[in-house]
């Protein structure tokens, strides 16, 4: 069996070694021309870094990351909402990961060159359509200026949120959707905070700031490369002028800093001091795509962001493209056809990205601060008199229970949790 894999991103290079691992040959395509170590941080959930583990790469994970240990929410001046333990922390059997998304690919794509050969990926290679025939696929593809095909027995599209394979099973889709929400991100050298592995979202429905280290400094061990993130609804921007789904677009100081100057009290930073010491960063238009009622179709599907987009909330984007590529060779490995395996795949990964897609629209597990603004946007001195304890676990833990990453959490609580978080 031979796999034609679209986009060479981390959910199509995880699918390769997943798909290689189970004595399936793989050809990947992809549009750019080289790798390269682009974006900003990045959460690893532990249900995926248990997969990538099984993959052998846990060394390099914690060599190019930092194992996470806690997550606090708090409002704009800083008073906790939400504090947990995460990770091996946690109870899980694996680390959660907060890392450099390029650093990331990297490391996942020289696994993939190391195992399967250098040959395998085959850069600046644009698809351009493709076609099934009994048995077998054809892609047709751009190289070097020379229109040519490849041929293979299954298709898979994991081609982001602007997939070329998406496009073509839903041709009337139209452009990704956006909410109104910018995303700024960026990073930069910064003094370490607490114990160097937590991770901190503050503020509310005006915005959030996002702050964490995604890189220990071998020359210095009380700095750490820190990724920063400030989500605010801008009045400015206008869809029609913003690139949605183009995560390089430059960000501009006049643009994000009166989203966090004198809003925000924190005491382990300053929003606008980092924002402005971190030099060039990156906006991002917050959008996804409606969930699909169907990806598999024949011999070709979908995988990742190709799949289901979604807002960046969560930390779960790249971890669900992972569970994807596992659950996707799964299938591939114990049913008799490869439609079969592609239909067993849809039906089971598809429902639950849905409502993932849904629940990140209305904040995800960040709802908590949200929550917690609109009832006390000056602040609180008795953070259960403005909401419960059951109330705040319902938004948190009950979307690590939908989005399967939940540990220690009994079984009738989490089948409650989950039965609210879809209502």
Same mark, same amino acid.
């Given at each position: 069996?031979?796999?034609?894999? *679209?986009?060479?991103?981390?959910?199509?290079?995880?699918?390769?070694? &997943?798909?290689?691992?189970?004595?399936?040959?793989?050809? %990947?395509f992809?549009?750019a021309?080289?790798v390269?170590?682009?974006?900003?941080g990045?959460?690893?959930?532990?249900?995926?870094?248990?997969?990538?583990?099984?993959?052998?790469?846990?060394?390099?994970?914690?060599?190019?990351?930092?194992?996470?240990?806690?997550?606090?929410y708090a409002?704009?001046?800083?008073?906790?909402?939400?504090?947990?333990?995460?990770? *091996?922390?946690?109870?899980?059997?694996?680390?959660q990961?907060?890392?450099?998304?390029?650093?990331?690919?990297?490391?996942?794509?020289?696994?993939?060159?190391?195992?399967?050969?250098?040959?395998? %990926?085959?850069?600046?290679?644009? *698809?351009?359509?493709?076609?099934?025939?009994?048995?077998?696929?054809?892609?047709?593809?751009?190289?070097?200026?020379?229109?040519?095909q490849?041929g293979?027995?299954?298709?898979?599209?994991?081609?982001?949120?602007?997939?070329?394979?998406?496009?073509?099973?839903?041709?009337?889709?139209?452009?990704?959707?956006?909410?109104?929400?910018?995303?700024?991100?960026?990073?930069?050298?910064?003094?370490? $905070?607490?114990?160097?592995?937590t991770?901190?979202?503050?503020?509310?429905?005006?915005?959030?700031?996002? &702050?964490?280290?995604?890189?220990?400094?071998?020359?210095?061990?009380?700095?750490?490369?820190?990724?920063?993130?400030?989500?605010?609804?801008?009045?400015?921007?206008?869809?029609?002028?913003l690139?949605?789904?183009?995560?390089?677009?430059?960000?501009?100081?006049?643009?994000?800093?009166?989203?966090?100057?004198?809003?925000?009290?924190?005491?382990?930073?300053?929003?606008?001091?980092?924002?402005?010491?971190?030099?060039?960063?990156?906006?991002?238009?917050?959008?996804?795509?409606?969930?699909?009622?169907? $990806?598999?179709?024949?011999?070709?599907?979908?995988?990742?962001?190709?799949?289901?987009?979604?807002?960046?909330?969560?930390?779960?984007?790249?971890?669900?493209? %992972?569970?994807?590529?596992?659950?996707?060779t799964?299938?591939?490995?114990?049913?008799?056809?490869?439609?079969?395996?592609?239909?067993a795949?849809?039906?089971?990964?598809?429902?639950?990205?849905?409502?993932?897609?849904?629940?990140?629209?209305?904040?995800?597990?960040?709802?908590?601060?949200?929550?917690?603004?609109?009832?006390?946007?000056?602040? &609180?001195?008795?953070?259960?008199?403005?909401?419960?304890?059951?109330e705040?676990?319902?938004?948190?833990?009950?979307?690590?229970?939908?989005?399967?990453?939940?540990?220690?959490?009994?079984t009738?609580?989490?089948?409650? %949790?989950v039965?609210?978080?879809?209502?």
């Amino acid at each position: 069996m031979k796999a034609l894999i *679209v986009g060479a991103g981390i959910g199509g290079l995880t699918t390769a070694l &997943f798909l290689h691992r189970a004595g399936i040959e793989v050809e %990947i395509f992809e549009r750019a021309d080289a790798v390269r170590e682009l974006g900003v941080g990045i959460n690893m959930l532990p249900h995926a870094v248990g997969l990538l583990a099984e993959l052998g790469l846990m060394e390099a994970l914690d060599a190019a990351g930092i194992r996470t240990r806690e997550l606090i929410y708090a409002n704009r001046f800083g008073q906790i909402v939400w504090q947990e333990l995460r990770g *091996v922390d946690a109870g899980h059997a694996v680390p959660q990961f907060s890392i450099h998304r390029g650093k990331l690919l990297r490391l996942i794509h020289r696994a993939v060159v190391d195992r399967l050969g250098p040959g395998v %990926i085959r850069m600046g290679c644009p *698809v351009t359509g493709f076609e099934q025939e009994g048995r077998r696929i054809t892609v047709y593809l751009s190289e070097a200026g020379k229109a040519l095909q490849a041929g293979g027995d299954l298709l898979v599209g994991a081609d982001g949120i602007h997939s070329t394979v998406r496009a073509k099973l839903y041709p009337d889709e139209g452009p990704p959707i956006w909410n109104g929400v910018v995303l700024w991100r960026g990073a930069t050298r910064w003094p370490k $905070w607490q114990d160097g592995r937590t991770m901190a979202i503050a503020g509310g429905n005006h915005a959030k700031f996002v &702050f964490y280290p995604i890189e220990r400094d071998p020359n210095d061990p009380g700095m750490r490369l820190t990724n920063w993130a400030v989500m605010a609804r801008s009045r400015k921007a206008k869809a029609r002028d913003l690139p949605l789904g183009d995560w390089s677009r430059p960000g501009s100081l006049d643009d994000v800093l009166p989203f966090v100057r004198g809003r925000f009290h924190l005491d382990y930073v300053d929003p606008a001091e980092i924002i402005r010491a971190t030099g060039a960063f990156h906006e991002y238009p917050n959008c996804d795509r409606e969930p699909l009622p169907r $990806w598999s179709f024949g011999r070709v599907t979908l995988l990742g962001d190709a799949a289901h987009p979604m807002y960046p909330v969560g930390s779960n984007g790249a971890s669900q493209a %992972i569970l994807d590529a596992r659950s996707l060779t799964e299938h591939l490995r114990t049913h008799g056809s490869v439609e079969a395996a592609l239909a067993a795949y849809d039906g089971e990964r598809r429902p639950t990205t849905a409502q993932i897609v849904h629940s990140n629209r209305k904040g995800g597990p960040e709802g908590v601060i949200d929550l917690v603004e609109t009832r006390a946007p000056d602040g &609180f001195d008795d953070i259960d008199a403005v909401a419960s304890y059951e109330e705040r676990e319902r938004v948190v833990r009950g979307y690590a229970s939908l989005a399967g990453f939940a540990a220690d959490i009994p079984t009738g609580t989490v089948g409650m %949790i989950v039965a609210k978080l879809k209502q």
